[in-house]
């Protein structure tokens, strides 16, 4: 039977997470090792109890990788692809087993921040305490999500420690960043604290003429007298971009053109016109309350609001031949607001001495509300290699695209994990979903629609911890992920839908903590995911018809030697087969994008004593394998090898630190997604940080 006060986490200086107050509060991770997540259950679980594989990058881990975004911190995560189209400074572009998670498979403390069109929310890794990554299907206990699993990223709240911390950073651009952390009781006896963190960045990028502008602040409240915990928060964001990156023909970025190839730093549109503005706000609050021993009840709930605008030309090169880049201009201006509310009670008790049970029962609300306006226009070519800005773009044509869309989901579920014959634990979840969509078209077509659908989700999984640490596992699931559209009848079209098979092991070295800290994890997974959304020819109507099978292996191993040696290893290959497409011709294929294999190695030194204490010595290897430019499966983007470094030094209260981030500026085109859709992959970068606690 796992026992989770077992877990030992003192004399962790290093690893400033939040300490577990209640169902929701696991332990924060030992150096790059973690011990409980929220993920794959909705309450602090030890991480071997989970029947699926779940990854956590804490703190500690986002600090050493140097990541400014969500999308870099996954870099080594088992079963994730991240940032398949380069560096972007306003899209966390994150795929998990295959399935795009950058809409629907995005999670802020366990709330879902449902993404639809351009209405994207960017959370920094500034005010991110962990990420939680969830492999496969999720919607029994998220409702609709991602196919390929989530990921929960986990905010910093106030939790009655002394915070008095600045950092400052600077990369070779240039663009630099403050940032502050400031926290504290009200006074000593005081059941409040609060918790304030901001940050400013801006400069340029390593696209030519693209610079950014950052400025955010996360205040929150903490209310906990041990038996009731309340947090209150509220955040704001606002960026002001040009567009980086590119996406870029294959003929000119994987292979020459008649030029040769796309240079990595061209600024594709018009440097006084371009501009991507956005700001983003939330206010929420997190209650908890232990009514006794074996009932706890408990409530979150936010409100969202995004505003994005942009505008400027984005290329589409369909003739390769000669020394022409074609535009085409493109303006949206979106608003949308989402309203989340999960409502829980977890019930402890025991059906016989033999068998624990913890049952949890909620009911969950999403509201998704967008009003978006877009249009394009005519833009004249350019000359990739010798470009010539006019900073004069035409009028647009009228808009293609205005409408209101309002989609409303009612989730009730349940949970029972059982733990009985002093090792087995057994995980049963159900669900059943209710979602309304409704479309306002404000456009000459007129084409509005409401639709109602019904879905039930479910897993079962079962587990049995040797005395040892190990727990090997299986379990199976069936998903539903709702989708906004028509097809050709103008009827809503139906969910996704499928299920999953995932059989695997984790292993937890029983070991003295503080001496050897590990955790192991092997999983072989088999994944469906049927009634993908194509736009069908020769009319292009949107159907339902797509379907592909993701199977795989996933390894992830992380160590901390002696509180000296951190380590991170992970490998993921795919099997990835279309099954059903309005295409027959590519059925049996490999969808194009993801690579067939993915493979990481981290590891962070620190001197513990002598001349040089507090030194820290760092780097990595990232392996990304073959992928395929088309569904036919006909053009091949190469693999590549990626190397980063860090060297460090940290001493009482202050610390500088420097992170160089594809040390031998390795060219290499991350993904395409079609042939006239490549981009590269992050160059070199070198960022430059120090910090002081006072």
Request: proline share 5%.
């Amino acid at each position: 039977m796992i026992q989770l006060e077992q877990i030992v986490v003192e004399g962790n200086s290093d690893d400033a997470g939040t300490t577990p107050g209640g169902i929701a509060d696991p332990a924060p991770p030992v150096g790059y090792v973690p011990t409980e997540t929220t993920a794959g259950s909705k309450t602090a679980t030890d991480i071997l109890a989970v029947p699926q594989s779940v990854s956590v990058v804490g703190e500690r881990e986002i600090e050493d990788l140097g990541a400014q975004k969500i999308d870099e911190a996954l870099r080594y995560t088992a079963g994730v692809y991240a940032q398949p189209f380069g560096p972007d400074g306003d899209t966390d572009w994150i795929y998990i087993r295959g399935f795009d998670a950058s809409q629907t498979g995005i999670f802020l403390d366990s709330l879902q921040l449902f993404q639809y069109a351009f209405a994207g929310y960017v959370i920094d890794p500034w005010i991110t305490e962990r990420i939680e990554v969830l492999k496969g299907a999720a919607s029994v206990l998220y409702g609709g999500s991602n196919a390929g699993g989530i990921v929960n990223i986990i905010s910093k709240r106030a939790d009655g420690k002394r915070r008095r911390y600045v950092e400052f950073g600077i990369t070779d651009e240039p663009n630099g960043y403050g940032a502050f952390d400031l926290g504290d009781r009200f006074n000593a006896d005081s059941p409040w604290s609060y918790r304030v963190l901001g940050k400013l960045k801006g400069g340029a990028t390593q696209t030519e003429y693209a610079d950014e502008f950052r400025g955010l602040i996360n205040p929150n409240l903490t209310f906990d007298n041990g038996t009731t915990r309340a947090e209150f928060y509220g955040s704001f964001q606002y960026d002001d971009n040009q567009h980086t990156g590119g996406f870029w023909p294959y003929v000119g970025s994987v292979v020459d053109a008649p030029y040769g190839r796309i240079p990595r730093d061209l600024f594709y549109s018009e440097p006084e016109e371009d501009y991507i503005r956005a700001w983003q706000a939330a206010v929420g609050a997190d209650v908890e309350h232990d009514v006794n021993e074996n009932v706890t009840v408990r409530s979150n709930t936010r409100y969202t609001a995004i505003h994005r605008e942009e505008y400027g030309p984005y290329p589409y090169d369909y003739d390769t031949t000669d020394n022409t880049l074609y535009r085409l201009n493109f303006k949206h201006d979106t608003d949308a607001q989402l309203f989340n509310s999960d409502n829980q009670i977890v019930l402890r008790g025991e059906t016989t001495p033999l068998v624990q049970h913890e049952l949890l029962l909620g009911v969950d609300y999403r509201y998704f509300h967008i009003d978006q306006v877009q249009a394009t226009g005519p833009a004249d070519p350019l000359d990739p290699i010798n470009p010539i800005y006019t900073n004069a773009l035409p009028a647009l044509y009228d808009p293609y695209l205005d409408d209101v869309i309002d989609l409303h989901q009612l989730g009730f579920y349940a949970q029972d994990q059982a733990r009985f014959g002093n090792g087995f634990i057994l995980t049963a979840n159900g669900r059943v979903d209710n979602v309304w969509i409704d479309r306002n078209d404000r456009s000459a077509s007129n084409a509005d629609y409401s639709g109602f659908e019904s879905a039930l989700s479910g897993r079962i999984g079962l587990g049995y911890e040797f005395d040892f640490g190990l727990v090997p596992y299986v379990s199976a699931s069936h998903f539903f992920a709702p989708q906004i559209g028509t097809d050709a009848n103008g009827d809503p079209v139906n969910s996704q839908t499928g299920e999953q098979y995932e059989v695997g092991f984790k292993y937890r070295p029983q070991l003295k903590p503080g001496v050897i800290d590990g955790l192991f994890t092997v999983s072989l997974f088999d994944l469906t995911r049927r009634n993908t959304l194509q736009s069908v020819a020769p009319l292009y109507i949107p159907q339902t018809v797509g379907e592909i099978n993701s199977k795989g292996i996933e390894l992830e191993a992380t160590l901390r030697l002696w509180n000296q040696l951190d380590v991170k290893g992970a490998f993921t290959a795919y099997d990835l087969t279309i099954v059903d497409d309005a295409n027959e011709a590519i059925i049996g294929n490999q969808p194009y994008l993801i690579p067939n294999v993915l493979a990481s190695l981290w590891m962070n030194y620190t001197v513990p004593t002598g001349r040089f204490a507090g030194v820290e010595i760092g780097g990595g290897v990232r392996y990304q394998g073959e992928s395929y430019a088309d569904n036919e499966n006909t053009l091949k983007v190469p693999d590549a090898f990626i190397f980063d470094a860090r060297l460090a030094y940290e001493r009482d209260n202050y610390g500088v630190s420097l992170n160089v981030t594809n040390l031998f500026d390795e060219e290499y085109v991350s993904g395409c997604q079609g042939i006239y859709t490549c981009g590269y992959g992050e160059g070199r970068k070198f960022l430059l940080k120090a910090f002081a606690r006072f």
